[in-house]
């Protein structure tokens, strides 16, 4: 069963940095791509970015680029989110998902998701 377990939430004042974790289990990922989203309230859930877990690519959406960082550690299975000049508009639920293609911007790629945690950005 696979099971995809984030981690690292929290409160954090703007301009601040917070990185989050995604445990990853139940099968091997190799062909996968590791991709966060984030879901802010009233809104829908976005794309933030991705890793492909064979070769490392990334991928981040715009609003994010520049400022968050995906990386993987293949032995202990996580895909890591590094968030650093955070802005209160980044404040959302943050899930990780995993999923094999290309497409890696829809969220209907993905076959499994976590539960998310909370990323609260204050001013």
């Known amino acids: 069963q696979v099971q995809l377990v984030e981690s690292g939430g929290g409160l954090v004042q703007a301009g601040g940095s917070l990185s989050l974790s995604c445990a990853a289990s139940?099968?091997?990922?190799?062909?996968?791509?590791l991709g966060w989203f984030r879901q802010a309230p009233g809104k829908e859930r976005e794309f933030v970015g991705a890793?492909?877990?064979?070769?490392?690519?990334?991928y981040y959406a715009d609003s994010v680029k520049g400022r968050f960082t995906i990386s993987r550690d293949n032995a202990k299975t996580t895909v890591y989110l590094q968030m650093n000049s955070l802005k209160p508009e980044d404040t959302a639920v943050y899930h990780c998902?995993?999923?094999?293609?290309?497409?890696?911007?829809?969220?209907?790629?993905?076959?499994?998701w976590g539960q998310g945690t909370q990323v609260t950005v204050s001013s």
């Open positions: 998902a995993a999923g094999r293609g290309t497409l890696y911007y829809y969220q209907t790629m993905y076959d499994y």
């Open positions: 139940g099968r091997t990922f190799s062909g996968y791509t």
């Open positions: 890793i492909r877990w064979s070769g490392g690519s990334t």
